[in-house]
């Protein structure tokens, strides 16, 4: 009788710690797992997101400077044309990385003018970067004004006659920062405008 007694508490005992065993295994398989997709879901929605407003940053992103190279510049021009085409603001950094600082870049720039020449031409664009070079030098904004007065070094056929006759018109507005500026050009635009530098700073 004992020995029937202790058979079925032990076996009263296993039953109900199978019980429970599977009802602890349920809730595993169903909570954490819940759990962890929400999370992965949530972390994936974050890294997205920062991602598409990196590439939207670096897709915005203008380069200036002496270490500019022409990739750098046309990469300029195509940000300058996307902005105007959606009538959004023009940074300054933009208003002066669209001026060219070398030769390889003002021939980039100046190709845009000649459809019978090059496929790639856009007398659209083309106009209104020179529209907006004149505009901000006689505004003055940033470093605008050196950057076009060093235009001088590199400028040659039909846009320099329209060069040099805007020159005049910048120093007349600009006299003191032209004189101020002129040590600071390169030699060959230095020569270039020295007659310039004469007449308005001696």
């Not at 390889?104 to 845009?112: K, R, S, T, V």
Request: net charge negative; with cysteine.
């Amino acid at each position: 009788m004992r020995k029937t007694f202790l058979i079925a508490i032990s076996f009263t005992i296993i039953m109900v710690s199978c019980a429970n065993r599977n009802k602890t295994d349920s809730n595993s398989k169903n909570q954490p797992k819940d759990t962890i997709y929400s999370t992965k879901s949530t972390d994936s929605n974050k890294l997205l997101s920062n991602t598409v407003k990196s590439v939207n940053q670096d897709s915005l992103k203008v380069v200036v400077g002496k270490d500019r190279v022409l990739e750098n510049y046309a990469k300029n021009l195509e940000i300058f044309e996307r902005l105007l085409s959606k009538k959004e603001y023009l940074p300054l950094n933009l208003l002066e990385g669209i001026i060219p600082t070398n030769e390889d870049e003002y021939l980039h720039f100046y190709m845009l003018s000649s459809p019978e020449e090059y496929p790639e031409s856009n007398l659209n664009l083309y106009w209104a970067i020179n529209s907006s070079i004149k505009k901000s030098t006689l505004e003055d904004k940033g470093n605008c004004l050196y950057l076009y007065l060093n235009m001088a070094e590199f400028v040659d056929g039909e846009y320099a006659d329209a060069f040099f006759i805007h020159v005049p018109i910048l120093i007349d507005k600009h006299k003191s920062k032209f004189c101020n500026l002129y040590i600071d050009l390169s030699e060959r635009s230095k020569y270039r405008l020295r007659d310039f530098f004469d007449e308005s700073c001696e």
